[in-house]
């Protein structure tokens, strides 16, 4: 009984350290631009205005390995990679605890899709 409270005990304090983020992503001359520099908190919730400035914070939050959830909120629109293409690189993460979810087609309040 004693190991089993332990054991419980453990993977408690390890999930307390696990923190949920949000990275909002938005083109520019967009309302959801404006709305999304408006919820960003700096803490928690990011802003980023290319896809692959996210997903850069994104392997920046996820390589502390502590168990962290990242969503990634793209709002509907047109988005161009660096080149000006439609293809993204993704940075290597090593986080097999972690959790990286990247989900599009928000409206301009990121609420709903």
Known sequence: MKTMVLALSFLFAISALAKDYTILVAPKKTEAYKN??????????????????????????????????????????????????????????????GTLRILGGYDNNFKKR
């Open 36 to 97: 999304g520099k408006k919820l960003k908190n700096g803490d928690n919730i990011f802003f980023k205005n290319k896809l692959f400035k996210a997903m850069r914070k994104a392997a920046e939050i996820l390589s502390t390995n502590k168990g962290d959830t990242v969503n990634i909120k793209i709002s509907a629109g047109e988005y161009f990679g660096k080149t000006k293409s439609g293809t993204w690189g993704f940075p290597e993460i090593k986080s097999p605890k």
